[in-house]
């Protein structure tokens, strides 16, 4: 049975055989007692010459658990009781009251005055709307109602282990934000000494892959860095031609842009024109750049060099050809004059009326 408080009760009972009168004139009654393994003696009743049976008042189940042995002690008629013979004195032990270990908590059975802000519905324990439930020291606050076998209509849990929270999971009403939030956090590792992927309460976070002796890996991702008018992006990301790059670095104000490729690193400008590329062509580097008529200005690569010449004119610099630095030896006649030996190379412009060549020789 159930006591008030929710308590589990228990009743003991027991009968006995009465002596007869004729036989023992000085009988004068039984008293009932029962004795714990410390030899502590508790008094259930006593009873008359003519009764031969009892049944005790509801008792609380001990905890820890007691054993008892129960003696029926016969009293004269003077109601002195005799003494209590271990082996003599009838009776029996093993007595053991345990609690029930199936079944449900009735909350009808306990007083509700001492679960404040906690009401009973439907068989289910619920925190009132203004309430909430909370652990006292500190651990779990509940905030709404706490629906058992609905979860999604509890509105929070916040962690609050001294006076100020340091995280929640669920919907916060100051911030109006839905989610997990917590003030410093660490991932990853065997335990917190070696988590690789950590925060800090102040807004820092940390990436040390030492700490857990792995590697740091971005799958499908993009990482991008805005600090000080510049914007830096980590990503696979397709750019002109048909090639992706992986890394761009890009000032906010111009939209001045570097890029790198696996083969080649290029310069754009405001409007992602390339104007600029430094890299490999086959087993050979190159480089080469552009003017902001879109034309080349400057190339380079293994075998030549190609400049594009300006020439000072009444409007202002006009393009007047583009010479070409090749190193390949060829002979060549100059006018109607051989000339002395084959040339290291020549130097090459090409303007409207042909192509000019002027022989060098290395001296």
């Known amino acids: 049975m159930l006591s008030v408080d929710g308590t589990e009760q228990y009743k003991l009972s027991g009968s006995w055989t009465n002596p007869l009168k004729t ?37 609380h189940i001990p905890n820890p658990s007691v054993t008892y042995t129960m003696y029926y002690v016969s009293l004269d008629v003077n109601g002195n009781p005799n003494s209590i013979v271990p082996g003599i004195t009838p009776g029996f032990g093993g007595i053991a009251p345990v609690a ?27 925190p009132n709307a203004t309430g909430g439930l909370g652990i006292v020291a500190g651990a779990i606050q509940m905030a709404g109602v706490a629906d058992v076998g609905h979860a999604q209509a509890m509105t929070a849990i916040y962690i609050k282990p001294t006076t100020s ?12 934000y839905e989610g997990d939030w917590s003030s410093q956090s660490k991932k990853g590792g065997s335990g917190p000494a070696n988590a690789p992927f950590y925060t800090d309460n102040v807004g820092n976070l940390f990436l040390d892959a030492t700490l857990g002796g792995g590697s740091v890996s971005i799958l499908g991702g993009t990482f991008s860095l805005n600090s000080n008018g510049i914007t830096t992006t980590l990503d696979n990301n397709l750019g002109a031609g048909g090639s992706y790059y992986g890394l761009s670095v890009k000032d906010n104000a111009s939209s ?30 190159f480089l080469e750049i552009i003017n902001s008529l879109g034309s ?63 022989p060098y020789y290395h001296v």
């Open 23 to 59: 036989v023992n004139p000085n009988f004068g009654g039984t008293r009932v007692v029962l004795r714990d393994s410390s030899g502590n003696d508790e008094v259930i009743g006593t009873y008359g010459p003519l009764v031969s049976s009892f049944i005790s008042e509801w008792r």
């Open 100 to 126: 029930q270990t199936t079944g449900s908590l009735n909350g009808g059975r306990f007083s509700l005055a001492s679960l404040n802000g906690l009401t009973v519905s439907g068989g289910k324990l619920q």
């Open 165 to 176: 929270i340091i995280g929640f999971m669920g919907f916060d009403a100051a911030s109006g």
């Open 256 to 285: 001045l842009e570097f890029r790198v490729y696996p083969n080649q690193l290029t310069w754009t400008n405001g409007s992602g024109v390339t104007i600029g590329m430094l890299g490999q062509n086959a087993n050979s580097g």
């Open 296 to 358: 080349t200005a400057l190339s380079v690569d293994s075998s030549q060099v190609d400049a594009l010449l300006y020439i000072p004119g009444a409007g202002g610099m006009t393009i007047g050809g583009f010479l070409t630095l090749q190193s390949t030896s060829t002979s060549a006649t100059a006018g109607t004059a051989t000339l002395p030996s084959a040339p290291a190379g020549f130097f090459k412009m090409k303007t409207s009326s042909g192509e000019v060549r002027v």
